[in-house]
């Protein structure tokens, strides 16, 4: 179990210990002893055998551990680890759901990814699971811990709402306009993602990586990539690296200034949203002669990088420019930054006990980047630390302006070193006939960190993909935040975190 | 007032102040909002956009909540007819219009309450969480916004010796030196935050917004649908042109027609069109350039608006 040092390279395989489910909770402190997070935990069914993969990871130096838990068929179970860890417990709600793999000891054993209309004892990522089976009329309902009083009243909203919004439902108890507590119910769009990826060539599977949140399509099919990397042991040019480090910041730039924008159109700034808005189309535009799509699709591919060009300095300083004018024209507004300051605060050690990541945790303290921490290229004193202590919106609006900053930066960089070659890598690669083999792909999408874990067989095909998008982790931390927020100050904290349902749900 | 009004000639104003606010409502929404967009470098839809919106509702189905009572269907005839009755009796072209006698400054204040009040009740009627969370709002805005309302028209109706908006435009346009007075810029700064609040407008409101949870104004008729919604729509709208044009009766009433004849009706009706939009276009602009308050915010801004009130009727009983 010693952790290897890591190279500027983020696809690899993990060095793995096999832990017998007693050992698991002694095995998993002493790594978070060493100051190791949870990135993921994945359920296998392989047949006629269970086994749970606990992901541990720090950095830098960049640092993986895996413990693998074989499980017992009959009655598969691994000991809680909610004590030590929260993203644990809700990992551990998903096997339980997914795979039918229980807890021991979880406190709050409640169904996470499946609705109460799915019949008990069904498990879809169960081999043999067979087709989704009827719905269960009058299962019972979600159970929302009631909050009573004199003068305590509910709103619901959602799973529907106006505008474009993804669905998922929010359970407020208010007195006056003062929020007591709020419940997300999310799950409403789980369409079984990591299924779809299973029996399919590893080419294949970045078609379904990069719609696994329409936002993110860089961020996952690196993270897809870099682990089918690992897994067929696919070599990748240094001039690939540069070229997926362009285009996740291209990402992150496109995504990050239209935050700003809907962040000032929640308080009712509409000219700053227009303005912002006007901006991101530019950038989609230049994405779109970048890689033939305006999200960046069909960029990064496994083993390579494929661009049609790259963006010019001249409009890397149009872009510059234009966003400095924003940010004046927000910044500016005295009504905008009393909104923002003081609004939906996420302290530290919240955060860094719930795990959250991205944005939403660099904007309360905690300085975890994967840039720095898992980097497949490095970018020296470029990625200054884009950290903010407040932990309210205006921590989090701040936080993504020093990172378009810093992408520009980086950017203007990275192009003058990614020269003139534009498709580099192929996925041509011999197939082993080997046993099959497992890897991680790690990298910091625009909202946070993304893991892929991915198992190959000998030919090649995806045996299972585990996915963790960063708002799995982000999300319990909002209802934390919105203690003492007011009810009209939602849709603003909510922009703030602007998590991925889509992301989540799976 | 002055000189003898043909009766016919008092009814044709009273009916062309009508059919003015109910189209010139529509039209005053539509050039804010085209001001709002081209400042905002967009291109925005056309002026008349709120009219077309309105015959598009009006052809549509009507959907009400099944738990809702006679209230809910009453609320939108109410809050159009409390409006009318304004239109009718206000001297937006002449200084005698029919009923002018009723034309009382508070009796037009509690019309506008009433049809406060009465979306508030429809609100509350269609038994939703937002229904309630927007008329609980809209209620606490209105308790501080009215009285408001009340002090600063006071302050106007002191010098007049009446509170009769008639008499009190009549007395203005003999006595210009009074527009110029501390009482009447107190009472006119108060009256424009009163205003925009009574009109759901930023910042105190966003009349743009989709998401529920920040409305106020608009929570309360976010169950109403088609001809419902098209009388809500228009009676806003209505009372947004009727509050401007009552503002600038009060503070700039020079082009009101004082006397019979066809050549000052004209003159009135240019003038008031005139007033209104500049009015409704200097609030596009400072919509534009300011955000939302915060809910709780918004009592203090209304409060500082009751206190300029107050002075101005100090400043009216003190100073002479």
């Given amino acids: 179990m010693t952790p290897s040092v890591g190279h500027a390279r983020s696809g690899r395989s993990a060095p793995a210990s096999i832990v017998a489910p007693d050992d698991l909770v002694d095995a998993a402190q002493a790594l978070f002893a060493d100051g190791m997070r949870l990135a993921l935990v994945s359920g296998h069914d392989d047949g006629g055998s269970l086994r749970a993969t606990y992901l541990f990871t720090s950095g830098p130096p960049d640092t993986r551990v895996e413990l693998h838990v074989p499980l017992d068929h009959n009655r598969p179970h691994v000991p809680t680890l909610a004590a030590l860890s929260f993203p644990a417990s809700r990992f551990e709600r998903e096997l339980a759901d997914l795979f039918g793999i229980e807890p021991l000891g979880h406190p709050q054993l409640r169904r996470l990814v499946l609705h109460q209309h799915w019949p008990a004892g069904w498990h879809p990522m169960r081999q043999g699971s067979g087709d989704p089976p009827e719905m269960v009329t009058g299962a019972g309902s979600f159970p929302f811990v009631p909050v009573d009083g004199p003068g305590v009243y509910e709103i619901p909203v959602g799973p529907v709402h106006a505008g474009l919004i993804e669905p998922g439902h929010f359970r407020f108890w208010v007195v006056g306009e003062t929020i007591l507590r709020m419940k997300a119910r999310l799950w409403f769009v789980h369409k079984g993602i990591e299924r779809l990826f299973e029996g399919k060539d590893v080419?294949?599977?970045?078609?379904?990586?990069?719609?696994?949140?329409?936002?993110?399509a860089v961020g996952h099919a690196l993270a897809y990539c870099q682990a089918?990397?690992?897994?067929?042991a696919m070599p990748v040019s240094d001039h690939a690296h540069v070229l997926r480090a362009v285009l996740l910041e291209l990402e992150r730039l496109y995504n990050h200034v239209a935050d700003i924008g809907a962040l000032c159109?929640?308080?009712?700034?509409?000219?700053?949203?227009?303005?912002?808005?006007?901006?991101?189309?530019?950038?989609?535009?230049?994405?779109?002669?970048?890689?033939?799509?305006?999200?960046?699709r069909n960029g990064v591919v496994p083993g390579g990088a494929r661009v049609d060009r790259l963006p010019r300095p001249a409009e890397l300083a149009e872009v510059s420019h234009r966003f400095e004018e924003l940010v004046e024209l927000a910044s500016s507004n005295a009504l905008v930054m009393e909104r923002f300051a003081g609004t939906a605060v996420l302290d530290e050690a919240h955060a860094r006990a719930l795990g959250v990541v991205g944005v939403v945790a660099r904007a309360a303290g905690v300085a975890f980047d994967a840039r720095r921490s898992h980097p497949f290229i490095d970018l020296g004193p470029l990625l200054s630390p884009a950290r903010r202590a407040s932990g309210d919106?205006?921590?989090?609006?701040?936080?993504?302006?020093?990172?378009?900053?810093?992408?520009?930066?980086?950017?203007?960089?990275?192009?003058?070193?990614?020269?003139?070659l534009h498709a580099v890598g192929s996925s041509e690669t011999t197939a082993t006939d080997g046993p099959g083999s497992a890897g991680v792909g790690i990298c910091e999408g625009w909202r946070g960190v993304v893991v892929h874990r991915v198992e190959v067989d000998g030919r090649r095909r995806l045996r299972r993909v585990k996915v963790v998008d960063p708002s799995f982790l982000n999300w319990p931390a909002l209802s934390v935040a919105l203690a003492d927020t007011i009810v009209p100050d939602f849709p603003l904290a909510n922009k703030s975190f602007n998590l991925s349902y889509a992301g989540n749900d799976l | 007032m002055t000189g003898a009004w043909p009766v016919g000639a008092v009814a044709a104003i009273s009916v062309l102040q009508?059919?003015?606010v109910v189209v010139g409502g529509p039209l005053l929404v539509g050039l804010m909002r085209k001001v709002r967009c081209r400042l905002e470098g967009r291109v925005g839809p056309p002026v008349h956009q709120p009219l077309l919106d309105l015959r598009k509702l009006a052809r549509r189905e009507r959907t009400r909540p099944d738990q809702a009572s006679w209230i809910f269907s009453a609320v939108p005839v109410v809050l159009v007819a409390t409006t009318l009755v304004i239109a009718l009796v206000a001297p937006l072209l002449a200084t005698d219009p029919a009923f002018g006698w009723s034309a009382d400054l508070f009796a037009l204040v509690y019309l506008l309450l009433v049809g406060s009040v009465a979306l508030a009740l429809g609100a509350l009627d269609t038994g939703t969480a937002f229904g309630g969370m927007g008329a609980s709002r809209a209620m606490t805005i209105g308790a501080l916004s009215e009285p408001a309302l009340l002090v600063a028209v006071l302050a106007l109706s002191v010098p007049a010796h009446s509170s009769n908006v008639p008499t009190i435009v009549a007395r203005s346009l003999t006595h210009p030196a009074w527009l110029a007075t501390p009482q009447r810029l107190l009472s006119l700064v108060a009256f424009l935050i009163v205003i925009v609040a009574e009109s759901g407008r930023l910042p105190v409101d966003n009349p743009s917004t989709h998401l529920e949870l920040t409305m106020i104004h608009e929570a309360m008729v976010l169950e109403y649908a088609g001809a419902d919604l098209a009388l809500v729509k228009l009676g806003e709208s209505m009372r947004l042109a009727v509050l401007l044009a009552l503002f600038a009766d009060l503070f700039v009433p020079w082009g009101v027609a004082t006397g019979p004849g066809i050549g000052h009706v004209v003159v009135a009706v240019v003038a008031i069109a005139a007033k209104v939009a500049a009015l409704g276009v200097a609030l596009a602009v400072f919509e534009v350039a300011v955000a939302k308050l915060r809910l709780f915010r918004v009592p203090e801004l209304l409060a500082g608006a009751f206190v300029l009130a107050v002075l101005a009727v100090v400043s009216a009983l003190v100073v002479p």
Avoid at chain 1, 204 to 214: T, V
Avoid at chain 1, 394 to 420: K, N
């Fill in chain 1, 393 to 420: 919106v205006l921590g989090r609006y701040l936080v993504r302006i020093d990172e378009v900053r810093s992408s520009l930066a980086i950017l203007a960089d990275l192009v003058p070193r990614a020269g003139d």
């Fill in chain 1, 265 to 296: 159109n929640d308080v009712g700034f509409g000219i700053a949203h227009a303005w912002a808005l006007s901006l991101r189309e530019r950038l989609l535009q230049l994405n779109r002669e970048v890689t033939g799509h305006r999200l960046l």
């Fill in chain 1, 228 to 232: 089918v990397e690992a897994a067929c």
């Fill in chain 1, 203 to 216: 080419a294949a599977g970045l078609e379904i990586a990069e719609r696994i949140s329409g936002d993110t």
């Fill in chain 2, 18 to 20: 009508v059919l003015g």
